[in-house]
């Protein structure tokens, strides 16, 4: 008898078991995308190395030490996955996609070429114990048939295939760490119920839509007029859509209702719901959430595990692959998972075949990964079976054009004259205020009773903030940690819904921009991409309840300032749109967010950069190409570097470390947790530490970690950085640099 895995309290399971239910597992949730029996084999195979003395002889090992020794100790000590790799590679083109899943279904999908053995060219030639022992019909070819892949040009193939194989990876992983689970921890393995669908969904939003009662204002007929589109639309075709709602005009409701709708009728599985901003996706999860119940998941980095409002144990193993039928997560979470090669984060990814992808702010995706990104999203609408609603604010920036000629094709409008919804829904009037200094804009602002500044980078806001010199007022930026800004947050929302003359005056970066729902007469915003003017304009008289003193409706104040640039620098992609802006403004001052001037806009900043975007735009943080990772060899079939794709794909391209502050009560408790671990902390301890610690960190650049630990302000522990000067840490602004004598870099949101 072989076995797969040993515990101490029940029988050791038998391989055999182990390989047929993680074949039944992956055939499962390849059905989806039509590629079961593909998949089954690559369950079948997955664990033929352990049909070896060497691996059998490892597991005795291992449950003789028992306690003695941590079974991260032994892991990796006897190779069982190179050989299912290799016997899955003898079978030609379509069996060497099995190998990349196989081979890397511990450590992750491999690079095909490398200088390390580590590589599928070095795993396919290492000389390993054979697997005689494996049973023949476990070995045995059957058909190893690959859907037919739609692509347009021949050019698209290798990006098609290497897509497919991440897929069939996805489906591999999940389902083998499923039935590992099943065996070695079944009481966890219990709590993974199914959930509400998506048809039960769609009649717990209709009844609570129904019951809504909202003031018949001018805004609100008009909100209901989105979402009666929505509905009827969801009866087209899986495929493209657009929604061109203006910030306030109710998209985030009439989106859901139109995926949930159309997920009925086309026998979708679940609905995904994708934000630009980790910094507002509390919020939306919130709406929905008062909707629908607990049956949201959120799934992103600021999430406060211990909350029993907002994570259960169902949503939390949920969250591991996406087993339910309305996800709220991140761009970053969702993009770069499409681009991964870690098991962790490719279990998810079979879960997006048939399923509605909401992508809100869709013109915020990063102009120099453009081409990755959208091929992806080709590939989860044509052959995966999924709908993309691209739901924004101002206008689908990244639909197929003559000067762009990547876009995304056949995206069907869902609302029909979206020029006429502007019109309908135009709360506010653009000005135009020159150059302010910092003395100029306070001087300014302190003459408002309620208004809103947005700024591009902390360090501005710190300084506006300060000259205001006024207790009341309030400051959010990325300085400040999450749970920090969400008291805040819920403060101006207090002040706002009081009456208007509870003082309220805001200084902010993008962090309040998209998403944050609240409502001031006034808005000032430093010059920008003319897409980020338009959401700052989202938070000007958004309810369209401004009246003068006739009582007549009156538009809101959005004036657009410009400041000294070289001391409050900020990233390059800022300036440029912000030069973008200026090149449209004059064209089109007598409205400045009219759908033509935004079309004018994206014209300069999108769609006429000349070239062709895979060839030199996605690029990611060491110059590498993520489209010319993968190529098509006529002898060996694809040739993939999954890893290399995976480094260079990466949204935010600044990577910063997480510095734990003393926020509160709980962030001091926090420190102190952190300094009383053991020297030898069980990782798991560490993880879940990690996972409380996350709402009461704040990022800081690497050249700026390199000055504060230079001044001795950061202090250490099993890799993890907190506050050693709990003086640094303002309650107004957050991380202060001038406490610490430090003269920061610009600091980006």
């Known amino acids: 008898m072989y076995y797969a895995h040993t515990a101490k309290d029940r029988d050791w399971e038998p391989l055999r078991e182990h390989l047929v239910e993680t074949a039944d597992r992956a055939e499962g949730f390849a059905s ?108 045995e070819l059957g058909r190893l048939p690959i859907r037919p892949l739609q692509t347009k040009h021949d050019r698209e193939k290798p990006f098609a295939l290497a897509f497919y194989t991440r897929m069939l990876f996805s489906c591999l992983v999940d389902a083998d760490f499923l039935a590992t689970e099943k065996y070695l921890d079944p009481d966890r393995s219990e709590h993974r119920v199914d959930g509400a669908t998506c048809n039960q969904l769609r009649e717990r939003l209709d009844r609570y839509l129904a019951e809504k009662v909202n003031d018949a204002t001018h805004v609100n007929r008009r909100r209901a007029e989105v979402l009666d589109a929505c509905r009827a639309k969801a009866s087209q075709p899986p495929g493209f859509f657009s929604l061109n709602v203006p910030t306030g005009g109710g998209k985030t409701l009439s989106s859901l209702a139109f995926a949930l709708r159309h ?105 120099k990964l453009l081409a990755p990104t959208l091929a992806a999203l080709r590939e ?14 101002t206008q689908p920036a990244i639909e197929h ?34 150059e302010l200094t910092v003395e ?11 208004a809103l500044c947005i ?65 001031f007469p006034t808005v000032y915003r430093a010059a920008a991409g003319l897409d980020s003017i338009a959401q700052a304009a989202g938070r000007c008289n958004r309810e369209g309840k401004l009246t003068g003193p006739d009582d007549l409706a009156r538009l809101g104040r959005v004036v657009v300032f410009d400041y000294d640039a070289k001391s409050f620098r900020t990233v390059p992609l800022i300036e440029r749109a912000a030069c973008r802006f200026h090149e449209v403004a004059p064209d089109h001052a007598n409205d400045l967010l009219a759908p033509e001037a935004i079309e004018a806009y994206f014209g300069l900043h999108y769609w006429n950069i000349g070239g062709d975007l895979g060839q030199g735009w996605d690029k990611g943080a060491e110059d590498r190409s993520v489209m010319e990772c993968f190529s098509l060899d006529r002898s060996v079939g694809l040739r993939a570097q999954f890893r290399e794709a995976s480094s260079a794909y990466r949204l935010i391209d600044d990577a910063q470390t997480p510095i734990l502050v003393p926020f509160g009560e709980q ?57 050693g000067n709990p003086g640094a840490y303002n309650e107004q602004l957050g991380l202060d640099y001038k406490v610490l004598g430090l003269d920061a870099e610009a600091l980006v949101i």
């Not at 697997?131 to 023949?136: G, R």
């Not at 989860?380 to 604010?393: F, H, K, M």
């Not at 980078?457 to 009341?472: E, G, M, T, V, Y």
């Open 380 to 393: 989860l609408v044509v052959n995966y079976g999924s709908t993309v609603v691209l739901c924004t604010a």
């Open 440 to 450: 100029e804009l306070a001087a300014r602002l302190e003459e408002e009773k309620q």
């Open 455 to 519: 700024v591009n980078s902390r360090r501005h806001a710190a300084a506006i903030f300060q000259a205001l010199d006024d207790p009341n007022a309030l400051h959010l930026s990325a300085s400040m940690c999450a749970a920090h800004r969400s008291e805040v947050v819920r403060e101006i929302r207090r002040r706002l819904s009081r009456c208007p003359d509870e003082p309220c005056l805001v200084v902010s970066t993008q962090v309040i921009e998209a998403g944050v729902d609240v409502d």
């Open 667 to 723: 962030g001091k408790h926090l420190i102190e947790r952190l300094e009383s671990l053991p020297e030898a902390p069980d990782p798991k301890d560490l993880r879940a530490f990690d996972r409380r610690a996350q709402r009461y960190t704040v990022g800081v650049f690497d050249r700026d970690l390199w000055k504060l630990d230079q001044n001795h302000v950061l202090l250490e522990r099993h890799g993890r950085f907190y506050l």
């Open 32 to 139: 989806a995308f039509h590629s079961g029996p593909l998949a089954r084999h690559a369950g079948l195979w997955h664990d033929l190395g352990k049909y070896s003395e060497a691996f059998q002889a490892y597991l005795k090992l291992s449950a003789s030490l028992g306690d003695e020794v941590h079974q991260s100790d032994l892991r990796g000590t006897v190779d069982h996955s190179t050989a299912g790799a290799q016997h899955a590679a003898k079978h030609g083109p379509v069996g060497r996609l099995l190998a990349y899943c196989i081979a890397g279904h511990h450590a992750g999908l491999p690079d095909g070429e490398g200088e390390t053995v580590s590589c599928l060219r070095g795993r396919l030639g290492k000389v390993i114990e054979p697997i005689e022992a494996a049973p023949a019909d476990l070995k």
């Open 401 to 434: 054009r003559e000067s762009f000629p990547i876009g995304l094709e056949c995206v069907r409008p869902i609302i029909d004259d979206p020029h006429a919804l502007h019109r309908d829904l135009r709360r506010t009037s653009v000005e135009m205020a020159g």
């Open 263 to 367: 997920a009925e009728e086309h026998d979708l599985r679940r609905v995904v719901y994708a934000i630009p901003f980790t910094s507002i996706i509390e919020q939306t999860a919130d709406v929905f959430r008062e909707a629908l119940g607990d049956e949201v998941l959120e799934h992103h980095s600021s999430l406060e595990p211990d909350d029993p409002a907002r994570q259960t144990v169902r949503s939390r193993l949920a969250a591991e692959n996406f087993d339910a039928s309305l996800i709220v997560t991140t761009n970053v979470q969702l993009f770069e998972s499409l681009f991964a090669s870690r098991t962790s984060r490719c279990r998810k990814l079979h879960r997006l075949a048939k399923s509605v992808i909401i992508l809100d702010e869709a013109q915020t995706l990063p102009p």
